[in-house]
């Protein structure tokens, strides 16, 4: 059974930083595509960042420049670097992994397995 629990979530003033890790535990092939999703009350979960299986990476708009995803294959690790937060980062962050390539629109539908969430809060 594949696990994934993210860690690092908290809360920040603006500006402020934040690394959330993913730990994929049972038998999973690191190189699958893993991303980042968030999700705030009443509204659709979204992509925020993935790295597919041959590396490509993808960043949704409103997180470029600030965010960086990076994945540690040998760990079965994922990780996303969150730099000026803002308050409209503020959200509910899952992490997923597929069973091996992912599109690139960000469709939940490439996915297979989710993590229980960890909150990012940022304030004004």
């Known amino acids: 059974q594949v696990q994934l629990v993210e860690v690092g979530g908290g809360s920040v003033q603006t500006g402020g930083s934040l690394r959330l890790s993913c730990v994929v535990s049972?038998?999973?092939?690191?190189?699958?595509?893993m991303g980042w999703f968030r999700q705030t009350p009443g509204k659709e979960r979204e992509g925020v960042a993935q790295?597919?299986?041959?590396?490509?990476?993808t960043y949704a708009d409103s997180v470029k420049e600030r965010f960086t995803i990076s994945k540690d294959n040998a760990k079965n690790t994922l990780f996303l670097q969150m730099n000026k937060l803002i308050p409209e980062d503020t959200a509910m962050y899952y992490c997923?992994?597929?069973?091996?390539?992912?599109?690139?629109?960000?469709?939940?539908?490439?996915?297979?397995?989710w993590g229980q969430g960890t909150q990012v809060t940022v304030s004004s």
């Open positions: 997923a992994a597929s069973l091996g390539y992912c599109y690139s629109s960000f469709s939940l539908d490439g996915y297979r397995y």
């Open positions: 049972g038998y999973f092939d690191g190189r699958n595509c």
């Open positions: 790295i597919n299986r041959d590396g490509a990476i």
